[in-house]
């Protein structure tokens, strides 16, 4: 017990250390907390306590990466795309890095394994690169969460057959199929459920460690269960307080499980060895091959880097894994842990200078869309939504623009169509927008309105915006949050930003937004 008290207490110390070092640098936590669990690892702390945090707190990562997930990831509607990109990514990714690993003289398992691990990427990272909600409902935001929903449901079913063989394989995929059936009763309960945070937190726990002690017992994996739990609770908006209630908790537990699983490296030339091939294949080859694999399908290149950049990071699932298979151990172990350290470095860098790699590879290809729109005084609707459709029949010429294909394909015959991302300076560009006379922006994002407030344009600007942020703020003749979409606002604030031109798109706006309600 005492033994058990001390490595507890230094690892939360050094957790506290490198968080001061995050925030300092600004660079990843997850990429500190490693490191901070590499140093401890010097000093060789007992493996069996380690294990046990590692485990323990590994569940609730994955419960908590589970229960963010949007309710749509889930939609086989929105399945298409990620599904034949995320296939495509896994199966080369998985092929090319186990045969690697064979060819330098390590055994089938171990290649396999190895292959396994670079070919999964992390929910967790994906989620949290996105950010707010209204931000994660953009296209590439929708494409990496459920891209990355999908590579934890290919980890469950190989961690179960790993435990269990065929039948461990089978209640992998049936506890996920549990979770989903009893999703709506959930979420019903969670709707008419008004309790304190202690009653939201509580039941939060106790369905996690429901779950995982069943999942344990059967012996098909505990990332299945806390997978299962987690994806249970991703009942947005009714999901609010129960997430809530647990972020204490997460920060807590991600803090004590990638220091404890940082403090069961041991260096090894195969550890290295195995860790630069698993890089290669999660942060190199993956999002090339997920960049590609979405452009063919013909989503647009901005969206498409945006996506891929996202799918970098090895999964909790497969970190997991290490310690609760009990099949591998030593170098490949270890080898992962480092990969993990990269890739978590990688992420971030990625997701900072996203838009410098997308214009790099706009640069060098030869296919990009150059396409130009050849009007004055025009319309530049952004977004070929419900609303976006309809604003857009409201004028005589439009240009619509849209960064999902499908979307574009229903926009009105007459306007002018242009994929493209509206945060995007080239996309501008192609829509003329220094003739326009007027820019209304029909997607609820944060970002999307802040990019319309900052172009340097004497068009006239109407952004609807994602949080509760004041869009006051905002350089916007009108500017409507999600939070604002009730009927009396809606009126108030489009009455004093629209002339007398603007009654009949004023009428349609507000029908249109009040249906959103």
């Not at 129960?242 to 404890?260: D, G, R, T």
């Amino acid at each position: 017990m005492t033994e058990s008290i001390i490595i507890l207490s230094t690892i939360l110390f050094a957790a506290s250390i490198a968080a001061l070092i995050s925030e300092f640098l600004s660079i990843s936590r997850k990429f500190c907390y490693i490191s901070a669990g590499l140093v401890l690892s010097l000093f060789e702390p007992s493996s069996g306590v380690l294990t046990g945090l590692v485990q323990l707190s590994g569940i609730f990562v994955v419960f908590s990466a589970g229960s963010r997930l949007l309710p749509e990831t889930f939609s086989t509607s929105q399945m298409g795309t990620p599904l034949i990109s995320t296939v495509v990514r896994t199966s080369l990714v998985w092929i090319l890095i186990s045969f690697l690993t064979y060819l330098l003289g390590f055994d089938t398992p171990v290649s396999v394994f190895a292959g396994f691990a670079a070919s999964i990427n992390s929910t967790a990272v994906a989620v949290g690169s996105i950010g707010e909600k209204a931000e994660r409902r953009l296209s590439h935001a929708r494409l990496a969460e459920a891209s990355s929903f999908l590579d934890d449901i290919a980890a469950i079913t190989f961690l179960g057959f790993i435990a269990g063989g065929r039948v461990g394989l089978i209640l992998a995929i049936s506890v996920l199929g549990v979770s989903f059936l009893l999703k709506s009763r959930l979420g019903s309960f969670l709707e008419d459920l008004d309790a304190s945070e202690h009653v939201y937190l509580f039941l939060g726990v106790a369905t996690l460690l429901i779950f995982v002690s069943v999942s344990a017992g059967l012996r098909f994996g505990l990332a299945a269960g806390a997978l299962a739990a987690g994806a249970l609770f991703s009942q947005y908006p009714a999901d609010v307080d129960v997430l809530e209630s647990i972020k204490p908790l997460e920060a807590f537990f991600s803090s004590v499980f990638f220091v404890s699983l940082g403090s069961l490296y041991s260096f090894s030339a195969d550890s290295s060895l195995f860790a630069a091939l698993i890089f290669a294949g999660v942060a190199v080859l993956g999002p090339a091959v997920s960049y590609f694999s979405l452009r063919s399908t013909g989503i647009s290149p901005h969206q498409s880097v945006l996506a891929a950049l996202s799918l970098c990071s090895i999964s909790e699932i497969v970190l997991l894994s290490l310690v609760s298979t009990e099949v591998f151990s030593g170098a490949l172990t270890s080898g992962i842990i480092l990969a993990a350290l990269g890739s978590s470095l990688i992420s971030s860098i990625y997701s900072a200078y996203s838009d410098r790699i997308y214009r790099l590879i706009e640069s060098t290809s030869e296919h990009s869309d150059t396409s130009e729109v050849d009007l004055q005084d025009h319309v530049i609707v952004v977004g070929s939504g419900l609303i976006g459709r309809k604003v857009a029949k409201s004028f005589d010429e439009t240009v619509v623009l849209e960064n999902d294909k499908s979307k574009l394909e229903m926009a009105p015959e007459d306007s002018e169509t242009l994929l493209g991302d509206a945060r995007d300076d080239r996309a501008w560009s192609r829509c003329n927008v220094s003739n326009a006379d007027k820019i209304i922006s029909t997607v609820r994002s944060d970002s999307v309105a802040e990019k319309i407030a900052t172009l340097d344009v004497e068009a006239d600007k109407y952004a609807l915006t994602g949080s509760k942020r004041d869009s006051s703020m905002l350089d916007l003749d009108i500017g409507v949050t999600q939070e604002e979409l009730t009927e009396h606002k809606i009126k108030d604030k489009l009455g004093r930003g629209f002339d007398e031109g603007f009654e009949g798109l004023k009428k349609d706006l507000i029908k249109q937004l009040k249906d959103l309600t």
